[in-house]
């Protein structure tokens, strides 16, 4: 019954496509990175302009449309009980150095865009809006309400979905397109550590160590600052002729060592796919540090592993494997070193086992470690044979003829803080990587992910 509906909706979308992509680089070329609040824009001016954008849109296009006083915002169409709902985000993580083009040009090359927020998320994002426009203009009489919701604040706190729970209604059913194909059945939990550090003197006492800007990133630049007594200058400056790391440079100012390290962004769920530079740096004083003052050097480089060992908290379970977790900012303020890991644990764990086997870890530690911050995010599952689950998978399977399987994932969206919410698939292989230098998205992939995302809103509407 819904199958030549859909077919119409498609055909629908084929016939917009350029729309759709002028409309996808026109919110691409939106900076919308968290910045300071002002009225009615409590994420910055940006995020403010990018939502004004989406609102814009949606009443052009005859939809009703409500601004949670910038937080968020949504459009919505239909009529009926039943809530068919999306859930996008318009807000970006920070550029980072070595973009081949201005990241919020949107530039075209060989048939991809490249820019910040290409395939994270605000290319999924407009497929859905479009999407969601087709089957209003192909179905008016679809017999539930369809809504599109774009949230300000998913990349640093998810205040914006907080604020959209606060007031709005939970869907029949939703899905974020923020994730991988199909779709993710299973989010890992996801914690904050916030950890200080007092260093104690030694002969090569630390001053300082800074890098990174947002926990859920891998450190790509990351600088240390240390004090040498004269006693042991000679020895450090044999072993600096000996060390060896292409990605780190050091100098002299005056009795202090000063160490850039550089590494490679990735997202921090799968910080295996980045490089950290605090890493690297941390490695690199060990390396070079007198024999007195090695151990706290190591002591400090096991704390960054992703495993999570250092911290006491590694782990896994059979539904969602192992634990990871990413060293995101590293501050020092007043001769405190302030840390934040970013740790993705599995499903059938909870925040607190996190937390309290990382206090018992550092009490056994000898540099002076304090837990200070802890936050939570709980985690995710939806069992397979649910029909939200069924329906994505469906659909899925009928435009590609991929049979995998449900994914799990380090990564938080959407889904894991609204009822009966799925996080979907958004790009392909060639697509760029979410939070990584020359982020990118083919023109056909975006096309190609509304038509998918069309059929899986018409069949939701039939549910």
């Not at 009980?81 to 996008?88: K, N, R, T």
């Not at 087709?134 to 706190?157: T, W």
């Not at 709005?168 to 993710?184: M, N, Q, R, V």
């Not at 802890?374 to 994505?392: A, E, Q, R």
């Amino acid at each position: 019954m819904a199958e030549p509906m859909v077919l119409q909706v498609q055909q629908w979308l084929r016939e917009h496509e350029q729309e759709l992509l002028d409309d996808y680089r026109s919110l691409l070329q939106i900076p919308s990175i968290e910045a300071e609040a002002e009225p009615n824009a409590p994420f910055g001016r940006a995020n403010r302009e990018a939502l004004d954008f989406v609102l814009r849109r949606g009443y052009e296009w005859g939809m009703s449309c409500k601004d949670l006083e910038g937080y968020c915002g949504y459009a919505e169409f239909g009529s009926g009980e039943s809530l068919v709902a999306v859930f996008g985000h318009l807000d970006v993580v920070p550029v980072g150095p070595g973009w081949k083009y201005d990241p919020f040009s949107a530039t075209v090359e060989e048939g991809y865009v490249y820019a910040r927020g290409a395939v994270d998320d605000k290319g999924p994002t407009i497929a859905a809006y479009f999407a969601a426009r087709a089957v209003k203009e192909c179905m008016p009489d679809l017999g539930v309400r369809m809504r599109v919701v774009f949230g300000c604040d998913e990349e640093s706190g998810f205040e914006c979905i907080h604020r959209y729970n606060q007031t709005e209604e939970s869907p029949k059913f939703g899905f974020a397109p923020d994730a991988g194909w199909p779709l993710i059945h299973a989010e890992k939990g996801i914690a904050n550590l916030g950890i200080v550090l007092k260093p104690s003197p030694g002969s090569m006492s630390l001053i300082s160590l800074d890098g990174g800007d947002r926990p859920n990133i891998v450190i790509d630049l990351c600088t240390a600052r240390v004090k040498v007594e004269d006693a042991a200058r000679s020895g450090i400056e044999g072993r600096l002729a000996e060390a060896w790391d292409r990605n780190v440079e050091w100098t002299w100012d005056g009795s202090q060592l000063v160490v850039t390290a550089r590494g490679k962004a990735a997202h921090g769920a799968w910080p295996i796919g980045g490089d950290s530079a605090a890493t690297r740096a941390v490695r690199f004083l060990m390396e070079v540090a007198p024999d007195a003052d090695k151990d706290f050097y190591t002591e400090l480089l096991e704390l960054t592993q992703i495993s999570g060992a250092g911290l006491g908290i590694d782990g896994r379970d059979e539904v969602s494997e192992e634990l990871t977790t990413n060293l995101g900012v590293v501050k020092t303020e007043g001769g405190i070193v302030r840390m934040t890991f970013n740790v993705r644990y599995p499903v059938t764990w909870s925040g607190e086992t996190v937390r309290d086997r990382c206090i018992e870890k550092l009490s056994k530690l000898k540099g002076a470690y304090t837990l200070t911050d802890f936050s939570d995010s709980k985690p995710l599952y939806f069992p397979l044979d649910h029909p939200l689950v069924k329906t994505v998978c469906d659909a899925y399977v009928a435009e590609t003829g991929d049979t995998k399987a449900p994914g799990v994932m380090g990564g938080g969206t959407y889904a894991r803080a609204v009822p009966n919410t799925v996080a979907i698939g958004t790009g392909w292989i060639g697509d760029g990587e979410a939070h990584q230098t020359n982020e990118r998205c083919a023109i056909d992939s975006l096309f190609k992910m509304s038509r998918i995302y069309g059929r899986i809103l018409v069949n939701l509407a039939h549910q």
